[in-house]
Nanobody, 121 residues
């Protein structure tokens, strides 16, 4: 199982970025997929999630209306579209997959390496 994030970088306030999380070794539409972020000196924060079967989406209060999680099952990739970025969005963004092994009670969490997003003028 592997998760590879991309798309981070430096952007000015008010700008946009789209993060990608390419998955291998499992299918994203069978797993709960989440984006987290962690800024220096702060706790890790859940940013957005998309459920397995129904694809229902949820977003944290701090990003609601600005960020959107989505997925492309054919590409086995999850995205985080980030608009109207603010300096306080600066953090390392990481993709997480919560995988339940079919027919068992075994559950695993997998993480990508993270991608830095810096919002600054």
């Amino acid at each position: 199982v592997q998760l590879v994030e991309s798309g981070g970088g430096l952007v000015q306030p008010g700008g946009s970025l789209r993060l990608s999380c390419a998955a291998s070794g499992f299918f994203i539409n069978t797993s709960l997929m989440r984006w987290y972020r962690q800024a220096p000196g702060k706790e890790r924060e859940l940013v957005a999630a998309i459920t397995s079967t129904s694809g229902s989406r949820s977003h944290g209060d701090s990003v609601k209306g600005r960020f959107t999680i989505s997925r492309d099952n054919a590409k086995n990739t999850v995205y985080l579209q980030m608009n109207s970025l603010k300096p306080e969005d600066t953090a390392v963004y990481s993709c997480n997959a919560h995988v339940v092994v079919t027919g068992t009670t075994m559950e695993y969490d997998y993480w990508g390496q993270g991608t830095q997003v810096t919002v600054s003028s």
